[in-house]
C-alpha cells in the first residue's frame, strides 16, 4: 500500500467531478479569478466556491485573495501523485519494453 495513499485518493476525488477537472483544465493555461473561473458554468457562485474549497483541500490549488479579488492557481506538482501512482501500475512487461528501447536508443541512435 503506497505511503501516499490518502492524498492520492484526495486527488481522485476531487478530480472525479467534471466540473473540478474543467476548472483544473483552465487553471493549466493560467491563474485566473474566481469569477473568470465561474463563467462557463450554470452555477451559483456559491456552488463554484465549494468546488473549489474541495480542489485547495485536495492539494491541487491554491488561492489568493486580494481586496475583493480572488485568484486561484493550481499548485506545482499537484498531479505527481496521480503520475506516480499509475507508474507503479504499469506492468512489468511495459517497464522491460521501456528499458529495451531506452537500451536500443543508447546503441543504435542513428536507427531509431
Known amino acids: 500500500m503506497p ?8 486527488v481522485l476525488r476531487a478530480l472525479a467531478d467534471p466540473t473540478r477537472r474543467a476548472v483544473v483544465e483552465r487553471l493549466a493555461r493560467s491563474p485566473a479569478i474566481v469569477s473568470e473561473l465561474a463563467a462557463p458554468f450554470s452555477m451559483a457562485l456559491p456552488s463554484l ?15 489568493h485573495k486580494h481586496g475583493r479579488v ?6 506545482p506538482g499537484a498531479l505527481d501523485v496521480v503520475h506516480l501512482w499509475l507508474d507503479e501500475q504499469r506492468t512489468p512487461a511495459e517497464r522491460q519494453a521501456d528499458r529495451l528501447s531506452i537500451h536500443l536508443t ?3 541512435p542513428k536507427e531509431t
Open 3 to 10: 505511503k501516499y495513499r490518502d492524498e492520492l485518493d484526495a
Open 70 to 75: 480572488r485568484t486561484v492557481t493550481l499548485r
Open 106 to 108: 543508447r546503441t543504435n
Open 49 to 63: 466556491m465549494q468546488h473549489l474549497r474541495i480542489l485547495e483541500n485536495a492539494g491541487l490549488v491554491v488561492s
